[in-house]
């Protein structure tokens, strides 16, 4: 890891999605020479649900963004829950932790409002530029880079390789995990693995003060016809459009034969028409994307690498959200690197750059193996049935469903469901 004097950066970011550009910001507000690779061009388009928890709401306050409503953000006060015939309106905990509010964003301009603020913190972004692979020290096997070509709009190549190199470098890219992949990094099949379908509908619905999450899908009228795998969302965006989506998820990465394609148009064609969820006012197609989850490739760290985001499987399995965690760990992954920085021997850097997987698995780790054992549990729709049928109407498992739904608990002190979780998350094993 000694310095050679010919990096061309202090650190490299691939990717610069909300973990990469978390990650960059932090590391250029400290001083850190940083160069970010992010293989398309801004505004670019992710599948996801638009819809940010109190968690995400953090992170972006902590990185001093602005949030009015004039910058493109609409504000959520709480999370609404359908299911098992019960429709109940669940405001967003006061926490000290947290602030009370979520907010809603379309992934086209929300990566772009992150990553020119990292840019403007002092970090270099080169778009269009497709990282091909890592740069290996031929004694140590340790990543000091990564190799990468331009590339259009279209992906397609064009200009020839070229070599960039720093002591250490994020990867932030995506659940192809490519970086991690080529130095063996696979995906653990014993983690959770979800697949979310969305698309944008002009809809009344736009200007919806609260998240709407339905625990049940069915292909009919409720209750009287076929209850299909999975769960949906509804996020309003406050500018004429509502993100309409799915997901299911499996305790396993094993592949599953569900048309989710099919399963989202059935749905739709039950939505009440007063939702104005119809082919003429939808925009764009439906898209889909898998979700890892559960810390689903480790280690988070090795040889000079880190796993930010979907590439290590951040996700959570309680509810799908990315996001908050990809944001946490790119400021994890920030404050591990700035402190190496100021060590004097290539084994003291290392074990500063060794306190990241272990502040993430201390600070996640339990919470994601409950969010296992949940997956598990509800994976299966008539299970999933009886839970929302029996356990929602109960002032107590309501409360616990809001806090494990918005992943948003108060992790010391709170009130007896706090103290529950808390709990629970440091018991149950880390791994």
Same mark, same amino acid.
């Given at each position: 890891?000694?310095?050679?004097?010919?990096?061309?950066?202090?650190?490299?970011?691939?990717?610069?999605?909300?973990?990469?550009?978390?990650?960059?910001?932090? =590391?250029?507000?400290?001083?850190?020479?940083?160069?970010?690779?992010?293989?398309?061009?801004?505004?670019?388009?992710?599948? =996801?649900?638009?819809?940010?928890?109190?968690?995400?709401?953090?992170?972006?306050?902590?990185?001093?963004?602005?949030?009015?409503?004039?910058?493109?953000?609409?504000?959520?006060?709480?999370?609404?829950?359908?299911?098992?015939?019960?429709?109940?309106?669940?405001?967003?905990?006061?926490?000290?932790?947290?602030?009370?509010?979520?907010?809603?964003?379309?992934?086209?301009?929300?990566?772009?409002?992150?990553?020119?603020?990292?840019?403007?913190? %002092?970090?270099?972004?080169?778009?269009?530029?497709?990282?091909?692979?890592?740069?290996?020290?031929?004694?140590?096997?340790?990543?000091?880079?990564?190799?990468?070509?331009?590339?259009?709009?279209? %992906?397609?190549?064009?200009? *020839?390789?070229?070599?960039?190199?720093?002591?250490?470098?994020?990867?932030?890219?995506?659940?192809?995990?490519?970086?991690?992949?080529?130095?063996?990094?696979?995906?653990?099949?014993?983690?959770?693995? %979800?697949?979310?379908?969305?698309?944008?509908?002009?809809?009344?619905?736009?200007?919806?003060?609260?998240?709407?999450?339905?625990?049940?899908?069915?292909?009919? !009228?409720?209750?009287?016809?076929?209850?299909?795998?999975?769960?949906?969302?509804?996020?309003?965006?406050?500018?004429?459009?509502?993100?309409?989506?799915?997901?299911?998820?499996?305790?396993?990465?094993?592949?599953?034969?569900?048309?989710?394609?099919?399963?989202?148009?059935?749905?739709?064609?039950?939505?009440?028409?007063?939702?104005?969820?119809?082919?003429?006012?939808?925009?764009?197609?439906?898209?889909?994307?898998?979700?890892?989850?559960?810390?689903?490739?480790?280690?988070?760290?090795?040889?000079?690498?880190?796993?930010?985001?979907?590439?290590?499987?951040?996700?959570?399995?309680?509810?799908?959200?990315?996001?908050?965690?990809?944001?946490?760990?790119?400021?994890?992954?920030?404050?591990?690197?700035?402190?190496?920085?100021?060590?004097?021997?290539?084994?003291?850097?290392?074990?500063?750059?060794?306190?990241?997987?272990?502040?993430? +698995? !201390?600070?996640?780790?339990?919470?994601?193996?409950? %969010?296992?054992?949940?997956?598990?549990?509800?994976?299966?729709?008539?299970?999933?049935?009886? =839970?929302? +049928?029996?356990?929602?109407?109960?002032?107590?498992?309501?409360?616990?469903?809001?806090?494990?739904?918005?992943?948003?608990?108060?992790?010391?002190?709170?009130?007896?469901? *706090?103290?529950?979780?808390?709990?629970?998350?440091?018991?149950?094993?880390?791994?």
């Amino acid at each position: 890891m000694s310095q050679t004097g010919h990096d061309d950066a202090d650190v490299i970011v691939v990717g610069a999605g909300p973990g990469g550009s978390t990650a960059a910001y932090y =590391c250029a507000s400290a001083g850190l020479n940083v160069l970010v690779l992010e293989k398309a061009s801004f505004p670019r388009d992710k599948i =996801c649900g638009d819809g940010l928890t109190p968690r995400s709401t953090r992170e972006m306050v902590a990185m001093g963004l602005s949030l009015r409503p004039e910058d493109g953000w609409i504000r959520n006060s709480g999370l609404r829950v359908v299911g098992g015939g019960h429709r109940l309106e669940l405001p967003w905990p006061e926490l000290s932790s947290y602030p009370s509010f979520g907010l809603a964003r379309k992934r086209m301009s929300l990566d772009h409002t992150l990553a020119d603020h990292a840019r403007s913190a %002092g970090a270099k972004l080169l778009e269009r530029t497709n990282v091909t692979g890592p740069l290996l020290d031929e004694r140590t096997g340790r990543v000091i880079g990564v190799t990468a070509r331009p590339v259009d709009d279209d %992906g397609r190549r064009s200009g *020839d390789e070229v070599t960039y190199r720093a002591p250490v470098v994020i990867a932030a890219d995506g659940v192809s995990a490519r970086l991690p992949l080529a130095l063996g990094l696979e995906k653990r099949m014993d983690r959770p693995m %979800g697949v979310a379908v969305r698309t944008y509908f002009k809809s009344p619905r736009h200007n919806d003060t609260m998240m709407e999450s339905h625990l049940e899908l069915w292909d009919g !009228e409720p209750g009287r016809s076929n209850l299909m795998p999975g769960y949906g969302w509804i996020f309003a965006l406050g500018d004429g459009t509502v993100n309409v989506g799915l997901g299911s998820v499996s305790s396993t990465a094993a592949a599953t034969k569900v048309d989710y394609k099919d399963l989202f148009a059935k749905w739709m064609a039950n939505a009440p028409a007063e939702w104005e969820f119809t082919p003429e006012n939808q925009i764009g197609p439906v898209r889909g994307a898998a979700l890892p989850m559960g810390f689903n490739r480790t280690p988070l760290y090795t040889r000079g690498l880190m796993l930010v985001g979907d590439s290590g499987g951040m996700v959570s399995p309680f509810n799908g959200e990315g996001i908050a965690y990809a944001m946490q760990a790119g400021r994890a992954a920030a404050d591990a690197i700035v402190q190496s920085r100021a060590r004097t021997t290539d084994a003291a850097r290392e074990r500063a750059l060794g306190t990241y997987p272990r502040i993430m +698995k !201390e600070d996640l780790g339990g919470f994601y193996t409950l %969010g296992r054992y949940f997956v598990k549990l509800i994976e299966h729709p008539q299970i999933m049935r009886l =839970c929302t +049928k029996y356990g929602l109407p109960r002032p107590l498992v309501m409360r616990f469903t809001l806090k494990l739904l918005s992943d948003c608990y108060e992790p010391h002190g709170g009130d007896m469901v *706090d103290r529950v979780i808390s709990g629970l998350s440091r018991l149950a094993p880390k791994a």
